[in-house]
């Protein structure tokens, strides 16, 4: 280990790999709220966070478990499920009067049509203002389960119909 006057030990959290102070700065920066998704294997959250002295504060929270109240019994680790996971919170954030956001994709790598731009369709396609690329997004195809379906012969897609239909009934 570094010894020395010179040497400074950093932040657990950067050491950890959990945290980039720099892109934390960027988006503190900018005063808007963040759209905040992490997933995990079998779930995903998507949350509106507003950084606070205290700590950050959360607006609104969506997570791909509450599908199953819209009809969705699909699995919860895909791309249906990650863009009606963003849809949801985009509604539930409009109702409560939040209309932009920028997206804080913490230390995942942007890939290019993943789950964490399929969640960012969802709210984009809500009404919610973010800035993107609209190349990022996945293809209409894999969004809808159609590609899915093709594979394992499930209704994959009828499913997220549905839900999508759901969703916004309640929100209207």
Known sequence: MATGARYKVQFRRVRSGKTDYRARKQLVISRKPR?????????MNVQL??????GDATLVSANTVELKKYGYSGGTGNLPSAYLTGL????RAKK???????????????????RVFAALKGAVDSGILIPHDPEIFPSEERITGKSIDKHRKSDISVQFES???KIQSEFR
Do not use: C, M
Not at 35 to 41: A, D, F, Q
């Open 96 to 114: 409560n009067g939040h209309v932009e956001a920028i997206l804080d994709l913490g230390k995942y790598h942007a890939t290019k049509g993943g």
């Open 49 to 54: 966070v507003i950084p606070g002295k205290e």
């Open 163 to 165: 839900a999508k239909q």
């Open 35 to 43: 759209l905040v998704v992490r997933k995990s294997l079998k779930n």
């Open 88 to 91: 949801l919170l985009g509604f």
